[in-house]
Antibody
Framework: QVQLVESGGGVVQPGRSLRLSCEAS????????MYWVRQAPGSGLEWVAV????????YHAGSVRGRFTISRDDSKNTLYLQMNSLRVEDTALYYC???????????????WGQGTMVTVSS | EIVLTQSPATLSLSPGERATLSCRAS??????LVWYQQKPGQAPRLLIY???NRATGIPARFSGSGSGTDFTLTISSLEPEDSAVYYC??????????FGGGTKVEIK
């Protein structure tokens, strides 16, 4: 079945780095745009980044631009989020999500992983 | 950036009652609105896209309507399993993609 499994979360000090991974299965990974969405404890959803199906286009939210980088490795069916210069306010559950439409991204998330928790604390 | 405002913050209703959730956009987004359901401890689930199209496997008691700046998610007859937080999201003018703050539906 279609599945997304995130990993790589943990506890990290402010200013340090972390790389999240999201392994996809059950669909043609290289045909879909992919996203990261985060949710701070007790709060709502915040879009973080998107990468096009072919990796040629990427966009990041203003709150993470210049610190986070989304990427993908289609040979491994894996999405990544490299997070540098982490801040306390980056503490959240990070979800990866699949675009509903193949080809160019549509901005609708039809499949979500279960999330990986990132805690930034000294 | 388009801001989405959801109301009410919390809705407390009994099984079988009708739930009406509102989402208002800070500018016109045509029909480019999406609804998600999130139950405690779970990832969000896609309910409605393009304001009124039910996603695969979503029960018919869920319906969406609206265009421009005002949108509604209606649950025609509440079931106990509909207890969740519901988020709207716009995809009209992005990046950034933006979400509303959510409406919590409680079943009495």
């Amino acid at each position: 079945q279609v599945q997304l499994v995130e990993s790589g979360g943990g506890v990290v000090q402010p200013g340090r780095s972390l790389r999240l991974s999201c392994e996809a299965s059950g669909f043609n990974f290289n045909s879909y745009g992919m996203y990261w969405v985060r949710q701070a404890p007790g709060s709502g959803l915040e879009w973080v980044a998107v990468i096009s199906y072919d990796g040629s286009n990427k966009y990041h939210a203003g709150s993470v631009r210049g610190r986070f980088t989304i990427s993908r490795d289609d040979s491994k069916n894996t999405l990544y989020l490299q997070m540098n210069s982490l801040r306390v306010e980056d503490t959240a559950l990070y979800y990866c999500a699949k675009d509903m439409s193949s080809g160019w991204y549509w901005g609708v998330f039809d499949i979500w992983g279960q999330g990986t928790m990132v805690t930034v604390s000294s | 950036e388009i801001v989405l405002t959801q109301s009410p913050a919390t809705l407390s209703l009994s099984p079988g009652e009708r739930a009406t959730l509102s989402c208002r956009a800070s500018q016109s987004i045509s029909n480019q609105l999406v609804w998600y359901q999130q139950k405690p401890g779970q990832a969000p689930r896609l309910l409605i896209y393009n304001a009124s199209n039910r996603a695969t496997g979503i029960p018919a008691r869920f319906s969406g309507s609206g265009s421009g700046t005002d949108f509604t998610l209606t649950i025609s007859s509440l079931e106990p399993e509909d207890s969740a937080v519901y988020y709207c999201q716009q995809r009209s003018n992005w990046p950034p993609l933006t979400f509303g703050g959510g409406t919590k539906v409680e079943i009495k």
